[in-house]
């Protein structure tokens, strides 16, 4: 009895091993999907705050003589061309301070009320080979409130 017990317990040797070797194949495979995920994130999130410093900086572009005219009210309007270039200058400033490689502006269109950038770049992983863009967009709107 003894015998049969010895004998088996050889034939289980090393099955420990490979579900460890297993375990840690599955747990950098899990890691490095996190850090991928987390990377995407941020990048995301980089984007985004970068499309919205824009926009604000975009409606800063107000028609000034119709606000020292009449103040702040209905009369307020944006100067479309002029919150562009508030917008394009926010983005190549804050390309200088810190680039994101491949940033593209796909679209920044304005009116006399409103502002709207859509921003696109490539998307960087670690582990992965990912073709992927991140596109965001962001918006801001004129509007009185009295």
């Known amino acids: 009895m003894i015998r049969r017990l010895r004998a088996r317990s050889r034939r289980d040797d090393g099955s420990v ?3 460890g070797i297993g375990l840690i194949g599955v747990l950098l495979l899990a890691m ?3 850090t991928d995920a987390s990377m995407a994130f941020l990048q995301r999130s980089t984007l985004q705050a970068r499309a919205d410093a824009a926009v604000l ?3 800063q572009g107000i028609d000034l003589d119709a606000y020292y005219a009449y103040g702040a009210s209905e009369a307020t309007r944006l100067v479309p061309a002029a919150a562009r270039t508030l917008a394009v200058g926010q983005l190549s400033q ?3 301070a810190t680039p994101i490689t491949g940033m593209e502006i796909v679209s920044l269109v304005a009116s006399d009320r409103d502002l709207r950038a ?3 770049a490539p998307l960087r992983t670690a582990f992965w080979p990912l073709e992927a863009n991140i596109t965001v ?3 801001a709107r004129l509007d009185y409130v009295g």
């Open 17 to 19: 091993l490979l579900l």
């Open 32 to 34: 490095s999907v996190v």
């Open 57 to 59: 900086a975009g409606v």
């Open 94 to 96: 804050a390309q200088n």
């Open 118 to 120: 859509v921003l696109r």
């Open 137 to 139: 967009e962001s918006a």
